[in-house]
């Protein structure tokens, strides 16, 4: 069965530099939800988008921004890259209305600030 | 405000012994679900169980279990007879009806053979 796809799987960036990282959702999945997992720590939400609206938001910073397109990808945006901005980011799809919304996680993009 | 708690930072166990997972979870919400995920070093977040709210039976999953508890919101989670391919970062989840899920800090278990 599909899966959710991010890409890249690694991402090695300066100070200051702009990342961007994709997320393609399970097909016939509407929603996407991004996290972030810094080193020893648990993934925390950062925003979801259902059919293409932004539906949630969590702790995002200002410098970060995301948006889903009309075939359901979604990119996060990350501009003026910190050191602290080191860590995983991981993408989960669901569809709503089936049982419970299950979020099906992506393997995660490895950001790596330097 | 949601709220998950795992006490335990670190358990370290030799293969073959039983081993149990503690969390505890803070909502208002009276409809929510509990999950269960293992992280290996490859770093994947690998989907063990989910639990709703109404529903407190218990489940076994070959050598995994789950002990879910409304009267102490506790949602724990026991690996019986482990083995060394155990070893990982187990995290706890909630969601309520927001969708987004909130993890606990996690356990990391060490099987040693």
């Known amino acids: 069965a599909a899966g959710v796809i991010q890409s890249p799987r690694h991402l090695i960036k300066e100070k200051r530099e702009t990342a961007t990282l994709k997320c393609y959702p399970i097909p016939r999945h509407d929603t996407v939800y991004w996290y972030q997992q810094g080193p020893g720590q648990d993934p925390q939400f950062l925003i979801s988008?259902?059919?293409?609206?932004?539906?949630d938001k969590g702790s995002i910073p200002d410098r970060f921004s995301a948006q889903q397109f009309s075939d359901y990808h979604s990119e996060l945006n990350m501009s003026s890259l910190e050191l602290g901005d080191s860590a995983l980011y991981f993408c989960?799809?669901?569809?709503?209305?089936?049982?419970?919304?299950?979020?099906?996680f992506g393997p995660g993009t490895r950001l790596t600030v330097l | 405000a949601q709220k998950v708690t795992q006490a335990q930072t670190e358990i370290s166990v030799v293969e073959k012994e039983d081993v149990t997972l503690d969390c505890v979870y803070e909502?208002?919400?009276?409809?929510?679900?509990l999950f269960w995920y293992k992280q290996p070093p490859s770093g994947e977040l690998v989907f063990l169980i989910r639990?709703?709210?109404?529903?407190?039976q218990n489940e076994i999953s070959g050598r995994y279990s789950w002990n879910f508890q409304k009267s102490t919101s506790s949602f724990n989670f026991t690996i019986t007879a482990s083995q060394v391919v155990d070893s990982a970062v187990y995290f706890c989840a909630l969601s309520d009806n927001t969708d987004k899920l909130i993890f606990g800090t996690g356990t990391r278990l060490q099987v040693f053979p």
């Open positions: 989960a799809s669901s569809l709503v209305g089936t049982a419970y919304n299950e979020q099906f």
């Open positions: 988008f259902y059919e293409k609206m932004q539906s």
């Open positions: 639990r709703n709210s109404f529903d407190e």
């Open positions: 909502t208002r919400d009276t409809t929510y679900y």
